[in-house]
């Protein structure tokens, strides 16, 4: 009968270590960060199992079984002591949050505390070249023109057919930490970096890659963590808004500034969260800021958990104009999306994704319009996406969902206003879009499901396919062909469609991890990271 029972606790004991795994592995089937993070973990869950059953039902005296089970524990406890004192915490491996190691005597990264060379911070801006720029479309904000990641066939004039025409390579510079992105007018495009405790918008000729003005504010963001880095990387995040002759920034730390085009001088400072009191969020600022017109505002997000989640200043002034308290904001960026009302009548609203809610406002006065509950703890990052006339498509990760939204207007019986409602048409978990923001054409939505493209049916969020692992990156739908910026750093090229997954073509851009969102100005395609910039000359699409 013992030793029965020494084999029923075996068998319970191996049972319990293989089921714990596999129900935890499926439990986090959606949500491939997880799955990484337990994939690390539970061998040594495991590991600490087994020594711990040995102990309390081993073989043998307790006192010997005691004694082998703190030798190992010391053998365990010395090499923790010595990992530590030979390798150094060094941020996250990707999108995916797992700690990276180096050793200690690996040097710092430069971009942390690398200066400008004395030759590029003189005070005069320098002019911009005379030479004309052949090719070139404007993209003065986030995700371009209409800030939808989107460039309709009728107004390409770039060719994505890499395989038969590669990208020319303009220029290549380092450059300052931060996850900013390119705004691009003519010859000037600005961008957003941290140079040791500066936090610089920095305008770069498009054609060379010289440095026309700097703008410094002393400022740096990162998370006061027990390594003394963020897993997250330090810098600024969110990409500058050109209008005009005034760009537009918004810091990680919560400074919106006001500059010029021409020079970079500062025309109106507000430092947001200083302002308010409150707490900055813990991954920084990242909302790119809106330009409202005929209104003349700028709109940006606010405090993570209490405070005014949308503010709106007046972009001539920089005087506060309307602010909406709701309930918290996240890390996406607002839009402006028109959508059909009563009598057909396109309405323009200004469309929030929070922390947790998405809201739809009047630009004017920031009046809400409209409420649709979203919970979850995790931050949220993608744009909201507008399908058809009356519908938004809002993505996330972290088992969060996706929802398609409908939204309406009516007007009841006996009531002077008509009012606007919202209600679910689906939610998926087929669409997590982590960094970037999914695209739609001809019914179907495109995007990076927790690393892997997918592609969604928008009339019922089912998935039609999933492939090609491209990390935690960007994309962009150019006609009907998807630029990818893959995670790693290289581009790669995908047909737009529902038939099946088909990359057509590849091409290395930058070699570290890269979550920055690319920029196409015509046929100039910008990429960059938190260690380089690269300016691409892309061919002439054919007529």
């Known amino acids: 009968m013992g030793v029965f029972w020494k084999i029923l606790r075996i068998v319970a004991l191996l049972a319990a270590l293989a089921v714990a795994p596999v129900g935890i592995w499926w439990g986090f089937h959606t949500e491939n960060f997880a799955r990484y993070w337990m994939a690390l973990v539970l061998p040594f869950i495991g590991v600490a199992s087994l020594l711990i059953w040995f102990l309390i039902f081993g073989g043998g005296q307790f006192a010997t079984r005691a004694k082998v089970f703190g030798w190992i524990a010391l053998v365990g406890i010395i090499s923790l002591i010595v990992f530590r004192a030979t390798f150094r915490y060094d941020g996250s491996t990707s999108g995916a949050s797992l700690p990276r190691f180096v050793p200690r005597w690996t040097p710092e990264d430069a971009g942390a505390v690398a200066e400008l060379p004395e030759e590029e911070i003189d005070s005069a801006p320098r002019p911009v070249a005379a030479e004309a720029l052949e090719g070139v479309v404007d993209s003065p904000q986030l995700y371009g023109p209409n800030r939808d990641a989107v460039w309709p066939e009728t107004e390409v004039i770039a060719s994505l057919a890499w395989e038969e025409n590669p990208p020319e390579q303009l220029w290549r510079r380092p450059i300052g930490l931060g996850w900013s992105g390119f705004s ?121 958990r209490s405070g005014p989640t949308l503010l709106a200043y007046r972009a001539e002034t920089g005087e506060l104009a309307w602010q909406y308290e709701g309930h918290g904001a996240s890390y996406s960026s607002p839009r402006l999306i028109e959508l059909k009302g009563l009598d057909t009548k396109m309405t323009r609203q200004l469309v929030s994704v929070n922390a947790g809610d998405v809201t739809g406002h009047d630009p004017a006065t920031g009046e809400e319009l409209w409420l649709f509950p979203w919970y979850g703890e995790y931050p949220k990052v993608a744009q909201p996406v507008k399908v058809g006339d009356d519908r938004v498509l809002v993505t996330a990760s972290y088992g969060a969902g996706s929802y398609l939204l409908r939204v309406t207007e009516s007007q009841e019986e006996g009531a002077t206003e008509p009012s606007w409602s919202v209600f679910n048409v689906w939610k998926t978990i087929k669409l997590k879009t982590k960094f970037s923001t999914a695209v739609t054409l001809d019914g179907y939505a495109y995007g990076l499901d927790e690393g892997r493209l997918a592609c969604v049916n928008l009339s019922d969020g089912s998935r039609v396919w999933k492939d090609g692992k491209y990390g935690f990156g960007q994309n962009l739908l150019v006609g009907d062909r998807l630029l990818i910026q893959a995670e790693e750093g290289y581009l790669a090229v995908v047909v737009a469609t529902p038939e099946g997954f088909s990359e057509i073509a590849r091409h290395e851009a930058l070699h570290d991890m890269t979550w920055n969102p690319p920029t196409l100005a015509g046929r100039y395609l910008l990429v960059r990271n938190d260690r380089e910039a690269v300016c691409f000359k892309l061919a002439e699409k054919k007529k």
Not at 244 to 258: I, K, S
Not at 268 to 275: N, P
């Open 184 to 304: 691009v007018v003519g010859r000037r495009a600005v961008t957003m970096e941290q140079r040791g405790d500066e936090e610089l918008v920095t305008c770069y000729d498009l054609l060379t890659g010289e440095i026309l003005w700097t703008h410094r504010d002393e400022a740096r963001f990162y998370n006061v963590a027990d390594s003394g880095k963020e897993m997250a990387g330090d810098g600024p995040r969110a990409v500058p808004t050109i209008h005009g002759q005034r760009v537009f920034t918004y810091g990680a730390t919560g400074v919106l500034n006001c500059l010029s085009l021409e020079t970079g001088e500062a025309i109106w400072q507000r430092d947001v969260f200083d302002e308010l009191g409150k707490t900055l969020p813990k991954w920084g600022k990242s909302t790119s800021p809106l330009m409202v017109e005929p209104e003349g505002l700028v709109v940006i997000s606010g405090p993570e």
